[in-house]
């Protein structure tokens, strides 16, 4: 069975430090790869998302991924981040070929942002 | 254009009992999802809609169990409410074609006493 793996439970960064956000999948072939983002009390929002072609792929809010099939991760990076985007992060996988819909989720990091 | 709505925001009910969650997506798309949130076991996908049709389905009791409407519009209900059923419902809609993009609604909390 598919399963994801985000191993950082809870990140402290300083507002205009870098962030990286680390994502491990376990899956038979590529899958689709998702990085999702919830703000307290609100659903989650696509930052971005891989399904094949370049392994470097951008997304919104100034959020980047790279997929590294040899590592089976696809770990999500922002240069500098800023206060707002403090939240919590979700790494998902979907079946190659299937819908969308039918994600399985990382258990999510929370990222705390001091100022 | 509306986002997904999720009604009702917060829902309290007791063991026993049964409830219904609504959602209505995005105009034009066709494809309603459903999802449990809860601190222990995170996010796990409930079911799908499309079509007023069950397209797929997670790992979770007859207990649990939903519809679609021909306006796209999607209810889910539990009966027999147990304790651990207490979870934030999300629901996401999303236009047909593969890997199509999620968008969630802001969810049901549900508490079951």
């Known amino acids: 069975a598919q399963s994801v793996t985000q191993p950082d439970i809870h990140i402290t960064v300083s507002e205009g430090a870098s962030l990286e956000l680390r994502c491990n999948y376990s899956y038979g072939a590529t899958p689709y790869l998702f990085w999702y983002v919830q703000s307290p009390g609100q659903g989650l929002q696509l930052l971005l998302k891989?399904?094949?072609?370049?392994?470097l792929v951008q997304g919104i809010k100034g959020f980047e991924a790279e997929f590294k099939r040899s590592q089976s991760s696809f770990n999500l990076r922002k240069p500098s981040v800023h206060w707002s985007d403090a939240a919590e992060y979700f790494c998902?996988?979907?079946?190659?070929?299937?819908?969308?819909?039918?994600?399985?989720f990382g258990t999510g990091t929370r990222l705390q942002v001091t100022l | 254009k509306a986002g997904v709505t999720q009604t009702p925001r917060y829902l309290i009910k007791t063991r026993g009992q049964q409830v219904t969650l609504s959602c209505s997506p995005i105009?034009?798309?066709?494809?309603v999802s459903w999802y449990q949130q809860t601190p222990g076991q995170g996010l796990q996908f409930l079911f799908e809609?499309?079509?007023?049709?069950?397209?797929n389905k997670g790992n979770f009791p007859g207990r649990f169990s939903g519809r679609q409407f021909s306006n796209s519009r999607s209810e889910m209900n539990v009966s027999t409410l147990e304790l651990g059923d207490s979870a934030l419902y999300l629901c996401?809609?999303?236009?047909?074609?593969?890997?199509?993009?999620?968008?969630f609604g802001s969810g049901t909390q549900l508490s079951v006493l």
């Open positions: 998902a996988v979907g079946e190659p070929g299937g819908t969308a819909s039918k994600l399985t």
């Open positions: 996401a809609s999303s236009l047909v074609g593969a890997g199509e993009k999620l968008f």
């Open positions: 105009s034009g798309h066709r494809s």
């Open positions: 809609y499309f079509s007023e049709t069950q397209r």
């Open positions: 891989y399904f094949s072609g370049d392994t």
